[in-house]
């Protein structure tokens, strides 16, 4: 049976760990019994193809690994200095530590629990006072993933590099091939978007990353644009969601109806017959939120929204215009 | 969770870990490395096949009789290794996340930022990259603060809650549970009114009392909430809707069992609802974005609302 690869890893990284001089691939050859097996049994190739993945995933779990000559004959080799893999002290209070261990209990993607967890056995290891897991806590934050450019569109970004993907705008019937260097990822209202350069377009754009469908394909090369210090996804996207707005609409809203408007009313007045008048903010997206209170709200200004509220319900009714409305009330 | 990458990444701290205390009971370290024994003995079993050279006989020889683990041959193997990008990611972006809570106790939020700068330290040029990537959680302060102390404290807490579903406010005894925050906070907790358990989003919570009497939540199983925070039973009534491309939000917003693509670049979706009438606001948001196909019953109160809502607009008019 093949050795497992667990196994593999673990004898790659002590031998690694442990060497002060490089070691070459040879050498590494002859210590590493799962790396004589691929050899001996497969190919040359077989053994490289396997020897640099096992290296990327070593590097992917945080090994610091030199290439360097080796003094002795010149061949090259490799080896993981322990003054670059050694986590310098940290001291964690015991509050410090149980807060942390909540943290990292939020991940619902499997990469990212995976290293959080990964992270926790490293300080743990390294005498970092944990309790053990108590029981069920009262607060529970999750972070959700879904998405499955997220993992692709994390590393990309960790390793600065270009990608592509196919894209559908929000109301587009098609898709289309996108080009970017991305930035940054931000997790707002339970949705992730992804800030960066587009290519094509030459301009900054944010990607709501359900919208992407299919694979999110890495491009060679490295970004061509500078990154910016600062980069607000967060601002962005809430003003595609109509927060930040500065115009106001005003709205009759019938009494006890409509809270979620209510705690956003920048004023309320008193009318009479059992409605209220609100002005509230004015943003993107407005009139379908409007539209779902039905009969209990009625849109006075501006026109265009009030305009867009009724094309809305006109259509739910199946009707063309409002002369028609009257016939079926 | 047992990949190979995952278990070599602990194995190399229960190296390092097992050095420091020989003789550790297997029940302790499993619980410590969040593990089940099972796994433990696993790893322990792959260990002394691990060493600097299978040759030279150099390897890890630990050993354990199933309580206790024995490490004979504890050498400098075993140091604290540093973190990757990804943990140091994984790690600090969930607990900025978690500091920038409203509502989270004080005492937490500093241990958190203490917490979170120690490990930026540590982390060095690891912790890089963790900038480019952030999650924020909201939630309504007070509230989330009055329902962390009626939990912390048992207590029985009575809500004027907005139903959007129902476009009304209703008035509930809830046992509260736990808050769970996923972009939005919720409340999890035994509604007294309708005697099942139920999640309150805390921003539509219009007004919340702690009372005098203790909270008794009956047991229940802890749910797993991986796949979202609302699950239709497996015998809640179908709802279909089919949305233009305009409309394909629906399927992002809405826990389904199915979503077939139509040739117009729009989609049918299959969801389960307990209350489809609930669903009459989305019936009267998609407008020409969509329509409910079924059940008839929702889309013709759908259509009822809107009709009534347009005599206002006609009577303005005239």
Known sequence: ?329 | MSNAIDQTRRMLSLVTYLRERPGAEVAEVARAFGITERQLINDLNVLPMCGTSFRGGDLLDIDTDGERIWWHNADDVAQPLRLAADEATALLVAARAVAGLPGLRERDRQALTRAVAKIEDAAGESAESSARVGVTFEAEGQVFADIDRAIGEGRLIWLRYWSHGRGGMTEREVDPIRLVTEGHTYLEGWCRTSEDRRVFRLDRIAEIKILDEPADPPRLEPRDLSAGLVNPAADDPQVVVEVGPGGRWVAEYYTHDAAEELPDGGLRITLRSADPAGLRPLALRLGRDGRIVSPPELAEQARGAALAALEHYREGRA
């Open chain 1, 1 to 329: 049976m093949a050795i497992a690869k667990a196994e593999r890893l673990m004898n790659l990284a002590l031998c690694l760990m442990n060497t002060r001089r490089p070691l070459s691939k040879k050498e590494l050859r002859e210590s590493i019994e799962a790396y004589r097996e691929a050899w001996q049994q497969g190919s040359e190739d077989a053994f490289n193809r396997m020897f640099e993945r096992d290296k990327d995933d070593l590097r992917e779990l945080g090994l610091v690994i030199d290439v360097d000559e080796n003094a002795l004959d010149g061949e090259i080799g490799y080896l993981a200095r322990r003054d670059r893999n050694r986590l310098p002290e940290i001291a964690l209070d015991a509050e410090e530590a149980a807060a942390l261990s909540v943290a990292a209990r939020v991940w619902q993607q499997a990469k990212m629990s995976g290293a959080a967890s990964g992270a926790l056995q490293k300080l743990r290891a390294a005498g970092v006072p944990f309790g053990e897991d108590a029981e069920p806590s009262a607060l529970q934050p999750l972070i959700p993933a879904r998405e499955a450019a997220f993992e692709p569109l994390l590393v990309a970004a960790r390793d600065r590099r270009p990608v592509s993907f196919e894209y559908r705008k929000a109301g587009a019937a098609a898709t289309e091939q996108r080009s970017v260097e991305p930035w940054a990822l931000e997790c707002w209202r339970g949705h992730w978007y992804l800030a960066g350069w587009d290519r094509d377009r030459r301009d900054a754009r944010v990607f709501r990353l359900s919208r992407i469908t299919g694979k999110v394909r890495s491009r060679a090369g490295s970004f061509t644009g500078a990154v910016p210090e600062h980069v607000d996804v967060r601002a962005v996207v809430a003003s595609f969601a109509g927060e930040g707005a500065t115009a106001t609409a005003t709205v009759r809203l019938r009494k006890g109806a409509g809270f979620p408007l209510r705690t956003k009313a920048l004023s309320t007045r008193q009318l009479d017959g059992g409605w209220d008048e609100l002005e509230i903010p004015y943003g993107n997206g407005l009139g379908a939120d409007l539209a779902e209170f039905g009969p209990d709200l009625v849109v006075l200004a501006p026109e265009e929204l009030r305009a867009d509220v009724i094309d809305r319900l006109l259509a739910v009714a199946g009707l063309n215009g409002l002369d028609e409305a009257g016939a079926h009330a």
